[in-house]
């Protein structure tokens, strides 16, 4: 669903480094959502907004940040990776309804 | 609180064998109960969501879920699956402030 775009597809990068990943759809939605995945733990939420001025701490934000530079682009930022952040990130997006999520592709992103 | 436990990390099944997936969920907040898939190298799609009124909902690619109140289940049914349905399966739940919350996943290997 090109609607949500993820950049970059996949990235390795090494312990310490700072990386964004970002976000950005075109489907008008007002919300948007981080979501990692982890093998046999299923999603789990870092962050999500509402609207620019509105963002929320999720279950394991620790070591995460973002931004909501526009209704249209959400961006996640490791300060300082570590390799137990090595896993898939999921940007996602819903209507004000919130009745469903609509996914990006992912990022695959690899700490060394 | 709201949980999600998928009971069976992997299914193995025959093509053209039906197919049942379990989901069960603990919720505090009204029920709003959803299935999604993800192919390998994409994002997560909507399969199904049960959100009020009949308790079984049809989805896409002939997939159906029956939402039962008293054993908080919500298990995903096909009568005889296809190859093109391998794929990982979740199961989620909508919680307070539209936060959606995702089972481990169960990973469906339909062999021919």
């Known amino acids: 669903d090109a609607d949500v775009t993820q950049t970059p597809r996949n990235r390795i990068t090494k312990t310490g480094k700072r990386i964004m990943l970002e976000c950005s759809q075109t489907k008008g939605h007002d919300r948007m959502y981080w979501y990692r995945q982890d093998p046999g733990l299923g999603l789990r939420l870092i962050y999500y907004?509402?609207?620019?001025?509105?963002?929320n701490k999720g279950e394991i934000s620790d070591g995460y940040s973002v931004s909501r530079q526009a209704q249209a682009k959400f961006s996640l930022s490791l300060e300082s990776a570590i390799p137990n952040q090595t896993a898939l990130y999921f940007c996602a997006t819903s209507e004000r309804t919130g009745l469903h999520l609509h996914f990006g592709n992912g990022t695959r992103l690899t700490v060394t | 609180a709201q949980s999600v436990t998928q009971l069976d990390s992997q299914v193995p099944v025959f093509e053209e064998a039906p197919v049942e997936l379990r989901c069960n969920y603990s919720s505090s907040v009204s029920v709003y109960l959803f299935w999604y898939v993800q192919y390998p190298n994409q994002g997560l799609q909507l399969l199904l969501k049960?959100?009020?009124?009949?308790?079984l909902v049809k989805g896409i690619n002939g997939f159906e879920a029956e939402f039962n109140k008293s054993q908080t289940s919500f298990h995903l049914r096909k009568p005889s699956v296809h190859i093109s349905d391998t794929a990982e399966y979740f199961c989620?739940?909508?919680?307070?402030?539209?936060?959606?919350?995702f089972g481990s996943g169960t990973k469906l290997n339909v062999k021919p």
């Open positions: 907004s509402f609207d620019v001025k509105d963002i």
């Open positions: 049960y959100l009020s009124g009949s308790t």
């Open positions: 989620a739940v909508r919680g307070n402030f539209n936060k959606f919350y």
